[in-house]
């Protein structure tokens, strides 16, 4: 290999964590908490109870929890490009077509495909390879990388909230999804695998996991599948019902969503920061100081009443709650084989997108049952008591067999 050819290789893995970031940003954006701004308007319009327009989303997350397993697997072994454009095309179908559904069933279908084909095409995948092309640093480019899934949970809801007051809940729909094939599709061309290793000790110890493997890691993928179903049950009751919470102080949709808009994108800073504290400190401990800020601060958005109060607390919680998914994705690329990082990635990341739908669902469940989101939000922070329990044994456990693993 050239000199020429080894500057270029370096290059370019900038360009897969900038095309990573955004198509994140688009798909995440549209599939995590997307839905959070129409909660209202389909309320009105159909009369569907809370729950069940939850829903919605739940059957998204977990389209996306079983999709994340079968093409993170399937990116292991095939070429990236092509799995890409295939989960650019299945998303930005199935949000236009969401726009003329008239009933619940056919948004549940819609979005579970969208879940399913296209975005457990798109972010199990996407992570692994960042952090494929990445031999160094690779905590900082994988915080980059999810940083953009943190801009599209901002932006998605805070521009869809303007198009449903210009156009409606179903010009805003036609929007979206014609945006998402403008701008995914190009950016999947752009996707490449990283360059073959030549020196097969080189491959042979990044297929061992940079951190020795310390644990088999069918019981790493299980463990931290475990601890991801509580801390994403915590952390989706916010993203998905933040905005109807505020708007239910008598506060504006477009009001209500500039504050998620606002805690996003202080997330962003949140998921690079926590990225280069993991290269600091270790994977694990970032992803455990991370989980405690979230648990602490969670129940505290139901004790708000005014849109001041809102736009100083949510940007701290948001801060701290960034870095969780962060710590995840690193972890999880720290402690596991690079020959199955996809996979493990996927199964792992199914959990999450569970817990994730669990918490969202749970929420406008106890909402419906109570008329308010005390018991919700106090739900989402037992979540977090549990993650942070099985996040701590992990980290005795690796520690104790090998102390570098912990910390680096």
Same mark, same amino acid.
């Given at each position: 290999?050239?000199?020429?050819?080894?500057?270029?290789?370096?290059? #370019?893995?900038?360009?897969?964590?900038?095309?990573?970031?955004?198509?994140?940003?688009?798909?995440?954006?549209?599939?995590?908490?997307?839905?959070?701004?129409?909660?209202?308007?389909?309320?009105?319009?159909?009369?569907?109870?809370?729950?069940?327009?939850?829903?919605?989303?739940?059957?998204?997350?977990?389209? /996306?929890?079983?999709?994340?397993?079968?093409?993170?697997?399937?990116?292991?072994?095939?070429?990236?490009?092509?799995?890409?454009?295939?989960?650019?095309?299945?998303?930005?179908?199935?949000?236009?077509?969401?726009?003329?559904?008239?009933?619940?069933?056919?948004? &549940?279908?819609?979005?579970?495909?969208?879940?399913?084909?296209?975005?457990?095409?798109?972010?199990?995948?996407?992570?692994?390879?960042?952090?494929?092309?990445?031999?160094?640093?690779?905590?900082?480019?994988?915080?980059?990388?999810?940083?953009?899934?943190?801009?599209?949970?901002?932006?998605?809801?805070?521009?869809?909230? &303007?198009?449903?007051?210009?156009?409606?809940?179903?010009?805003?729909?036609?929007?979206?999804?014609?945006?998402?094939?403008?701008?995914?599709?190009?950016?999947?061309?752009?996707?490449?695998?990283?360059?073959?290793?030549?020196?097969?000790?080189?491959?042979?110890?990044?297929?061992?996991?940079?951190?020795?493997?310390?644990?088999?890691?069918?019981?790493?993928?299980?463990?931290?599948?475990?601890?991801?179903?509580?801390?994403?049950?915590?952390?989706?009751?916010?993203?998905?019902?933040?905005?109807? /919470?505020?708007?239910?102080?008598?506060?504006?949709?477009?009001?209500?969503?500039?504050?998620?808009?606002?805690?996003?994108?202080?997330?962003?800073?949140?998921?690079?920061?926590?990225?280069?504290?993991?290269?600091?400190?270790?994977?694990?401990?970032?992803?455990?100081?991370?989980?405690?800020?979230?648990?602490?601060?969670?129940?505290?958005?139901?004790?708000?009443?005014?849109?001041?109060?809102? #736009?100083?607390?949510?940007?701290?919680?948001?801060?701290? &709650?960034?870095?969780?998914?962060?710590?995840?994705?690193?972890?999880?690329?720290?402690?596991?084989?690079?020959?199955?990082?996809?996979?493990?990635?996927?199964?792992?990341?199914?959990?999450?997108?569970?817990?994730?739908?669990?918490?969202? #669902?749970?929420?406008?469940?106890?909402?419906?049952?109570?008329?308010? &989101?005390?018991?919700?939000?106090?739900?989402?922070?037992?979540?977090?008591?549990?993650?942070?329990?099985?996040?701590?044994?992990?980290?005795?456990?690796?520690?104790?067999?090998?102390?570098?693993?912990?910390?680096?």
């Amino acid at each position: 290999m050239t000199n020429g050819n080894a500057v270029g290789e370096t290059a #370019y893995r900038w360009v897969i964590v900038a095309a990573a970031a955004a198509m994140l940003a688009i798909s995440m954006g549209l599939l995590v908490n997307g839905l959070s701004v129409f909660f209202i308007p389909l309320e009105q319009e159909f009369g569907w109870t809370r729950g069940s327009i939850a829903l919605i989303n739940t059957f998204g997350l977990v389209g /996306l929890a079983a999709g994340g397993i079968a093409m993170g697997g399937l990116a292991d072994r095939t070429n990236i490009r092509y799995v890409c454009l295939f989960g650019a095309v299945v998303v930005g179908v199935c949000v236009l077509a969401a726009s003329r559904a008239n009933a619940l069933w056919q948004l &549940y279908v819609l979005f579970f495909l969208a879940g399913a084909f296209g975005g457990g095409s798109l972010f199990a995948p996407l992570i692994a390879l960042v952090g494929n092309w990445f031999r160094a640093g690779a905590g900082l480019a994988i915080g980059i990388a999810s940083a953009g899934q943190a801009v599209g949970q901002g932006g998605v809801p805070f521009g869809s909230a &303007y198009l449903i007051n210009a156009f409606g809940w179903r010009g805003a729909m036609l929007g979206l999804g014609a945006i998402s094939l403008a701008t995914l599709v190009p950016l999947a061309l752009l996707t490449r695998e990283p360059p073959v290793r030549a020196a097969t000790g080189a491959a042979a110890s990044s297929d061992a996991g940079d951190d020795g493997a310390p644990l088999p890691t069918p019981v790493i993928v299980a463990w931290l599948s475990a601890a991801v179903l509580g801390c994403c049950t915590c952390m989706s009751v916010p993203l998905m019902h933040l905005v109807p /919470l505020i708007e239910g102080r008598g506060i504006s949709a477009p009001e209500a969503g500039s504050v998620l808009f606002v805690m996003l994108l202080v997330a962003i800073l949140g998921r690079v920061a926590f990225g280069r504290f993991a290269d600091m400190v270790g994977a694990i401990p970032a992803y455990m100081t991370a989980s405690l800020w979230q648990t602490l601060l969670v129940f505290g958005f139901t004790q708000i009443n005014d849109l001041s109060s809102f #736009y100083i607390f949510a940007p701290i919680y948001g801060f701290g &709650y960034a870095g969780v998914m962060t710590g995840v994705l690193i972890t999880i690329r720290s402690l596991t084989p690079a020959s199955r990082r996809g996979i493990s990635t996927g199964i792992i990341l199914a959990f999450a997108w569970l817990g994730h739908g669990l918490g969202g #669902y749970q929420g406008g469940l106890f909402f419906d049952i109570t008329g308010g &989101y005390t018991v919700s939000f106090a739900n989402a922070a037992l979540a977090g008591v549990i993650n942070l329990v099985l996040a701590g044994t992990l980290f005795v456990t690796v520690r104790r067999r090998t102390p570098v693993a912990a910390w680096h």
